[in-house]
T-cell receptor, first 110, second 112 residues
Framework: EDQVTQSPEALRLQEGESSSLNCSYTVSGLRGLFWYRQDPGKGPEFLFTLYSAGEEKEKERLKATLTKKESFLHITAPKPEDSATYLC???????????FGTGTRLKVLA | DARVTQTPRDKVTEMGQEVTMRCQPILGHNTVFWYRQTMMQGLELLAYFRNRAPLDDSGMPKDRFSAEMPDATLATLKIQPSEPRDSAVYFCASADGGNEQFFGPGTRLTVL
């Protein structure tokens, strides 16, 4: 069964304290792995797509990496405005039925 | 700035009433998705369309939910009759080909 698990559920960081969020997945075949950011009361906002193991993508203070079993979202020197819920999703091959994890709620304190 | 729009943003209704939610996908996107988000279950896919044709609606309770795309600029999700367990935030998303999905702001549904 295709599955996505994110950890930790919640994370509190001091401003400037770098950390990583984890997304573990099992899928029969991977079309892509996606990271989204969701602010309270809003829809998820697309961040990255990763297609194959070893691939990395960067955007400002965020860097996403992918292995055959998991993906990491590294946050370098976070700021309070990075506070949000970060969602990971996998797209199995042959379908657009993406499976979302339950997210990591990140709080960055000034 | 192209974006997905959804109406209404908030809906409060009583059990048994019909609810219709509407979505305008980004112009030119050929794939439209309906999701439901709750604290307990997270984000669940209800149905999706490609070029207005329904490709999968296995995530929807068939007896009360229906989804349609009358034209390329409008997708609808109907619940009839609504039940308190349907209370959730419903998101529409669109994509050009399906990989990078762009979400709307959601419709927060409360069924009393």
């Amino acid at each position: 069964e295709d599955q996505v698990t994110q950890s930790p559920e919640a994370l509190r960081l001091q401003e400037g304290e770098s950390s990583s969020l984890n997304c573990s997945y099992t899928v029969s075949g991977l079309r892509g792995l996606f990271w989204y950011r969701q602010d309270p009361g809003k829809g998820p906002e697309f961040l990255f797509t990763l297609y194959s193991a070893g691939e990395e993508k960067e955007k400002e203070r965020l860097k996403a990496t992918l292995t055959k079993k998991e993906s990491f979202l590294h946050i370098t020197a976070p700021k309070p405005e990075d506070s949000a819920t970060y969602l990971c999703a996998v797209g199995p091959s042959g379908t657009y039925k993406y499976i979302f994890g339950t997210g990591t709620r990140l709080k960055v304190l000034a | 700035d192209a974006r997905v729009t959804q109406t209404p943003r908030d809906k409060v209704t009583e059990m048994g009433q019909e609810v219709t939610m509407r979505c305008q996908p980004i112009l030119g996107h050929n794939t439209v998705f309906w999701y439901r988000q709750t604290m307990m279950q997270g984000l669940e896919l209800l149905a999706y369309f490609r070029n207005r044709a329904p490709l999968d609606d296995s995530g929807m309770p068939k007896d009360r939910f229906s989804a349609e795309m009358p034209d390329a600029t409008l997708a609808t999700l109907k619940i009839q009759p609504s039940e308190p367990r349907d209370s959730a935030v419903y998101f529409c998303a669109s994509a050009d080909g399906g990989n990078e999905q762009f979400f709307g702001p959601g419709t927060r549904l409360t069924v009393l």
